[in-house]
């Protein structure tokens, strides 16, 4: 039995059919079983919340492998970024082993280090480290960025589209190894399937080194909204967004963390070598998006 966090978000949706394809159980731990859609009713589901741990201990019973993908780039309600993706990925790990699970596969990002200047980033180095630190037998990878056709940041910058020009936080000149979904899926199905030491570690990029300003680009090319970008200062970025954060900008706005994320650079310097050692040649975005770069 597979246990499976964040089915629901964009790994985890292109991860799924692929598991259930290969006839594995999966046992879903979702907050909303609603947002599996169709997969709902091939699936066992165990309600659970990153910030309740007993929930994910309970969905542990039976499982031999834990696939945790689920994160939080913004704060919530119940547990803030630190809670959701670093602590409760280690107390995840633990709740694991305990439960006598094997094997944990935890997907974290590239350039995630303990001294970054993301908070996101800096939590998912903690998560990191607690699986390395793991009894179990282990495998994470780094992705860099993770895009679909109309995914949230496609759909972001169709929403920004609507001004003459797009604001862009920072210089735009951060850099990126995008990475198309459905390659990244394949990539995590052929890490479990590989032979591998006990702590295997694998850095997912696409074949392209880009600018996150070129990707913004090429992504609104896609929509058919191409448009000029705006280089917004970090610092007026910051303070904008904190400011209609607590006015209550809700989620049609990204936060400050979730803006600061387009201004981090996530590059492998193995460019996309780990993904081809697991038989996926990564497709460029422009291949993917249908655009010419
Ligand atoms: N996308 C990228 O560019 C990228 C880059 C590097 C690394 N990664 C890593 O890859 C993994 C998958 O990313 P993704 O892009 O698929 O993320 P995503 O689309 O943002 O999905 C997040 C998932 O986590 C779940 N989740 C959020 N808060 C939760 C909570 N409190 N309790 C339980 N579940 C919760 C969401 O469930 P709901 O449906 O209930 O919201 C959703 O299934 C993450 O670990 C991420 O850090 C992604």
Redesign the pocket.
Known sequence: MVLL????????QALLPRLLAEGQQVRC????PR?LGEQRVRVQIAL????DPPSFRNAMRGVDTVIH?????RD?P??SIEE??GIASWRMVDAAQRAGAKRFVF????GASPHHRSRFFRA?ALAERAVAESALDTIVL??????ANGD?WMALLRRLSLLPVVPMCGSGRAQVQPIWVEDAAECIVAAMGSAYTQHERFELAGPETLTCARVAHVMLRASGRSRPLLRVPTPLVSRALRLLTRLGSGSLLPTWDEAELAAVT?TSRHGSAHAESLGVSPRPISAVLGVVL
């Open positions: 966090t964040g089915a629901t978000g964009l790994v985890g731990l979702v907050r909303d947002r659970g919340d990153l910030a993908l689920a994160c939080s780039t919530q119940r547990g959701l993706n997907l974290s990002a590239l998912k780094a992705p860099s960025l993770v895009y949230r996530m």
